[in-house]
């Protein structure tokens, strides 16, 4: 039974197109965070959300734009997606009840703009 | 903001053999180090994590010692097998319930030479 699973793994899109990464988490963790890595695998934070709210906001560009219909998801929406937004992103989520607890990540979407 | 720095970069071991990889932080206030390690193709998963209230912690082969304060803290593999091979991460974190992120280094890959 997977903890963090991400959909799709990979996606391939061209220049200025929408696309959307889902993310769903069944520990009922309160804690859910979009990492993004880049091409030298330095794992950088662009959002957390507790419990459907907004925590952290890493001066991501607005055209990312993070939404949480339950605490158990957090879906990652980019609008008009240019070269330099190819990585891998990883969801992850954890308690999150400020004893910093183990951070789960899901297997990442390896996203390729081309 | 926290920066979290690792060395090396890349480290050769004969299988057998020790490997200990090093990272020092920045933000006297973090007090959650976890060492996450990420196999080829997938998200990075906790190895181990020591609190500030530690100065070491040991889990069977894989150790952690932490000086908090020289503000650098270690990670030792010893009788290292090929399945060690990975990319291995140091975070750093603070307890702010629910506003919890980890500031990752920049990985070191570790390979085991059989």
């Known amino acids: 039974d997977t903890a963090v699973s991400q959909t799709p793994k990979y996606l391939v899109t061209q220049m200025g197109n929408d696309k959307s990464i889902k993310c769903e988490q069944n520990?009922?963790?309160?804690?859910m965070y979009w990492y993004k890595q880049d091409s030298k695998k330095f794992l950088k934070i662009m959002f957390s959300?507790?419990?459907?709210?907004?925590?952290i906001n890493e001066t991501v560009p607005n055209r990312f734009s993070p939404k949480s219909p339950d605490k158990a998801h957090l879906n990652l929406h980019i609008n008009s997606l240019e070269l330099g937004d190819s990585a891998v992103y990883f969801c992850?989520?954890?308690?999150?009840?400020?004893?910093?607890?183990?951070?789960?990540f899901g297997q990442g979407t390896r996203l390729t703009v081309v | 903001g926290e920066n979290v720095e690792q060395h090396p970069s890349t480290l050769s071991v004969q299988e057998g053999d020790s490997a200990v990889i090093k990272c020092t932080y920045s933000?006297?206030?973090?007090?959650?180090f976890p060492w996450y390690k990420q196999e080829l193709g997938k998200g990075p998963q906790l190895i181990i994590d020591?609190?500030?209230?530690?100065g070491e912690k040991k889990d069977q082969r894989i150790a952690v010692t932490l000086n908090k304060t020289a503000k650098h803290f270690s990670l030792h593999i010893t009788e290292t097998q090929p399945e060690d091979s990975a990319v291995y991460f140091c975070?750093?974190?603070?307890?702010?319930?629910?506003?919890?992120?980890?500031?990752f280094g920049t990985g070191t890959r570790l390979t085991i030479i059989p």
């Open positions: 933000d006297s206030a973090s007090n959650y």
């Open positions: 959300y507790n419990n459907k709210e907004l925590i």
């Open positions: 520990l009922g963790h309160d804690t």
């Open positions: 975070a750093a974190s603070k307890a702010n319930f629910g506003n919890e992120k980890l500031t």
């Open positions: 020591i609190r500030s209230n530690v």
């Open positions: 992850a989520s954890s308690q999150g009840s400020g004893l910093n607890t183990e951070a789960f």
